[in-house]
């Protein structure tokens, strides 16, 4: 089963909208199968889901875990691998 993470961001993207999706993609990229990353705007429908108040925020298998800042690469890494 895959994991997804959605990364939550302003369009245009603000500097550290690309830099939350680029930090996504990397992880998922070191982890491997079974994570995709989806990037979506902080407008949208999908965003009401979740309550969006700030970007970027990032959602992990339904779980807001970042709000208005960027995490860091071992920081994601490591929630992406507690849902596994």
Avoid: N, Q
Avoid at 14 to 36: N, P, Q
Avoid at 52 to 79: A, N, Q, S
């Amino acid at each position: 089963m895959d994991i997804i993470v959605k990364v939550f961001g302003s369009e245009p993207p603000c500097a550290k909208c690309k830099v939350a999706y680029d930090t996504a993609k990397k992880v998922s990229e070191r982890i491997g199968g079974g994570v995709a990353v989806e990037k979506h705007s902080a407008l949208s429908e999908e965003d009401d889901k979740y309550g969006i108040m700030m970007t970027p925020t990032v959602v992990v298998d339904g779980e807001v875990v970042v709000v208005g800042k960027v995490p860091t690469e071992k920081r994601l890494e490591e929630i992406i691998r507690s849902k596994v």
